[in-house]
T-cell receptor
C-alpha cells in the first residue's frame, strides 16, 4: 500500500537553529499538508499546498515557517530560528483529490528543541 | 472557533466487551473522519462519513454521523487487544475542505 514517508523520524536541535523536515507524499497525490501535535494536545493544522502554492495556512504558520516542493516528489517544511515551543510531532499528509476525503499521513518527525 | 469534543478521554475494558466513543460539536461539518493513532505513529484513516445519519461498518467497528452533521460515534463490538490505541475524530468545516479540525482523542486500552 502506498505510503507517505517522512525523514528524519527524530530531530534534536538547539534553539535558534534552522531545521528542514522532509516528506515524500504518495506519487499521484496532488494535495499536501503539514500538521503538528504537541505532546498531550490536539493535532493542529499548519498549512495546505496545492498546485505549487500555499492554499491555506494557520495562524501558527508565521514567517518562521516555509514549505517547498522543490523537485516534484519531496515536500519540505522549514522552521527558521527554532523555539522551545516548536517541539512537537510534525506530520505530513497527502491526498489525491480535494473534497471531503481523508488523508494519508506519514509516521511523523519528532522535533525536540533544546 | 470550532471545537470537536471527544468522550470519554480514557477507556480501559476487557477483551470481548463492547464500547462506544463519541465526538461532539456545536458546529456543522461537511464531513467527519475517524483515525486511529498508535504511539510514535501518524494517524491512520479508518472512515469518512459525509451524509447526515450515515452509518458505516468496518468489520467490528460501526461509525455513525449525526443527522445534523454535528456529531459522530464509533462503536466497537467484541473489542480485542489489537484495538488498543488513540481514536481521533477530525472534521472539515462546511465550506472549507483544506484543513481538518481535530478532537483530543479517546485513548482505548483493551486488556486480554
Amino acid at each position: 500500500e502506498p505510503e507517505v514517508t517522512q525523514t528524519p523520524s527524530h530531530q534534536v536541535t538547539q534553539m535558534g537553529q534552522e531545521v528542514i523536515l522532509r516528506c515524500v507524499p504518495i506519487s499521484n497525490h496532488l494535495y499536501f499538508y503539514w500538521y503538528r501535535q504537541i505532546l498531550g494536545q490536539k493535532v493542529e493544522f499548519l498549512v495546505s499546498f496545492y498546485n505549487n502554492e500555499i492554499s491555506e495556512k494557520s495562524e501558527i504558520f508565521d514567517d518562521q515557517f516555509s514549505v517547498e516542493r522543490p523537485d516534484g516528489s519531496n515536500f519540505t517544511l522549514k522552521i527558521r530560528s527554532t523555539k522551545l515551543e516548536d517541539s512537537a510531532m510534525y506530520f505530513c499528509a497527502s491526498r489525491m483529490t480535494g473534497g471531503s476525503y481523508g488523508y494519508t499521513f506519514g509516521s511523523g518527525t519528532r522535533l525536540t528543541v533544546v | 472557533t470550532q471545537l470537536l469534543e471527544q468522550s470519554p478521554q480514557f477507556l480501559s475494558i476487557q477483551e470481548g466487551e463492547n464500547l462506544t466513543v463519541y465526538c461532539n460539536s456545536s458546529s456543522v461539518f461537511s464531513s467527519l473522519q475517524w483515525y486511529r493513532q498508535e504511539p510514535g505513529e501518524g494517524p491512520v484513516l479508518l472512515v469518512t462519513v459525509v451524509t447526515g445519519g450515515e452509518v458505516k461498518k468496518l468489520k467490528r467497528l460501526t461509525f455513525q454521523f449525526g443527522d445534523a452533521r454535528k456529531d459522530s460515534s464509533l462503536h466497537i463490538t467484541a473489542a480485542q487487544p489489537g484495538d488498543t490505541g488513540l481514536y481521533l475524530c477530525a472534521a472539515f468545516n462546511a465550506g472549507n475542505n483544506r484543513k481538518l479540525i481535530w478532537g483530543l482523542g479517546t485513548s482505548l486500552a483493551v486488556n486480554p
